[in-house]
């Protein structure tokens, strides 16, 4: 469940450049309500505008200077979020917050997702190999775990649990439980995650949704211990971002961007 304040997302004309303020207000914290849609990204983080002016995550697959552009964004995103929820919880009334409304967070079915990851390698360190993606470090708009993530009837909805197919043996498992954590931002949500697959945590990750809860983008750092496929100990940090969306080919990891 997410906290929605009492201010609507302020409404843009058509015709207004993305790279001008969301209100005319005045209000230095107006800003806010651009994390709840992708119009509002694109004016705080210009690097998520594509050359067609549309909304896209940074491909980090093209070398240095595009995954340092992955990078960057990611980051800025991560400070955008917690410099919103520093704000908010500074201005909010502590006796009052148990009165705000609060509006359930609907995932779409499908996401992509974009990642940079590291991994110890006996003496030394060096890059997760992402299942065939061309570049070592990094992997670009692939099928994410987190699709088909369902709502848990049993404690009303509060958990999710997502439902992957094996391609090969056609057998339907769970990998992972999500926890959505309202803020006092409106449109942001923490994530709290649990998969059988790793011995890790999201420290942090977030999800960004409009007003009335349906998700567009989730920014995540991975730390985990564990390699299930070798099932061996291991150190691996994980950058993501996912995004709503389908890839062409099938299973977990097929790329769609080579």
Same mark, same amino acid.
């Given at each position: 469940?997410?906290?929605?304040?009492?201010?609507?997302?302020?409404?843009?004309?058509?015709?207004?450049?993305?790279?001008?303020?969301?209100?005319?207000?005045?209000?230095?914290?107006?800003?806010?309500?651009?994390?709840?849609?992708?119009?509002?990204?694109?004016?705080?983080?210009?690097?998520?505008?594509?050359?067609?002016?549309?909304?896209?995550?940074?491909?980090?697959?093209?070398? %240095?200077?595009?995954?340092?552009?992955?990078?960057? $964004? =990611?980051?800025?995103?991560?400070? *955008?979020?917690?410099?919103?929820? /520093? #704000?908010?919880?500074?201005?909010?009334?502590?006796? %009052?917050?148990?009165?705000?409304?609060?509006?359930? $967070? =609907?995932?779409?079915?499908?996401? *992509?997702?974009?990642?940079?990851? /590291? #991994?110890?390698?006996?003496?030394?360190?060096?890059?997760?190999?992402?299942?065939?993606?061309?570049?070592?470090?990094?992997?670009?708009?692939?099928?994410?775990?987190?699709?088909?993530?369902?709502?848990?009837?049993?404690?009303?909805?509060?958990?999710?649990?997502?439902?992957?197919?094996?391609?090969?043996?056609?057998?339907?498992?769970?990998?992972?439980?999500?926890?959505?954590?309202?803020?006092?931002?409106?449109?942001?949500?923490?994530?709290?995650?649990?998969?059988?697959?790793?011995?890790?945590?999201?420290?942090?990750?977030?999800?960004?949704?409009?007003?009335?809860?349906?998700?567009?983008?989730?920014?995540?750092?991975?730390?985990?211990?564990?390699?299930?496929?070798?099932?061996?100990?291991?150190?691996?940090?994980?950058?993501?971002?996912?995004?709503?969306?389908?890839?062409?080919?099938?299973?977990?990891?097929?790329?769609?961007?080579?």
């Amino acid at each position: 469940f997410a906290v929605i304040s009492a201010n609507a997302a302020p409404t843009t004309d058509a015709a207004q450049d993305t790279q001008k303020p969301a209100t005319d207000s005045g209000s230095k914290d107006d800003w806010i309500n651009d994390l709840s849609s992708q119009e509002g990204l694109m004016r705080l983080v210009p690097e998520l505008k594509n050359a067609e002016g549309k909304f896209e995550v940074p491909n980090p697959m093209g070398g %240095k200077e595009a995954l340092e552009r992955f990078m960057n $964004v =990611h980051q800025t995103l991560m400070r *955008l979020i917690e410099m919103a929820i /520093v #704000q908010a919880n500074a201005h909010a009334d502590p006796y %009052k917050v148990h009165e705000l409304p609060k509006v359930r $967070v =609907h995932y779409p079915a499908d996401w *992509l997702s974009s990642e940079v990851g /590291v #991994q110890t390698q006996d003496a030394g360190a060096g890059c997760v190999k992402f299942e065939l993606a061309k570049s070592d470090c990094a992997s670009w708009k692939v099928n994410s775990f987190l699709s088909r993530l369902t709502a848990m009837d049993c404690v009303h909805g509060r958990f999710y649990y997502s439902m992957q197919k094996d391609a090969k043996s056609g057998k339907v498992t769970t990998p992972s439980l999500v926890y959505t954590q309202s803020t006092a931002v409106p449109g942001v949500s923490r994530l709290v995650l649990a998969s059988v697959e790793s011995v890790g945590i999201w420290q942090p990750g977030y999800v960004l949704h409009s007003p009335d809860g349906e998700a567009f983008l989730i920014v995540n750092i991975c730390v985990d211990l564990y390699d299930a496929t070798k099932k061996s100990c291991g150190g691996y940090l994980i950058t993501a971002i996912h995004q709503p969306g389908t890839c062409p080919t099938s299973g977990t990891r097929a790329a769609c961007h080579r």
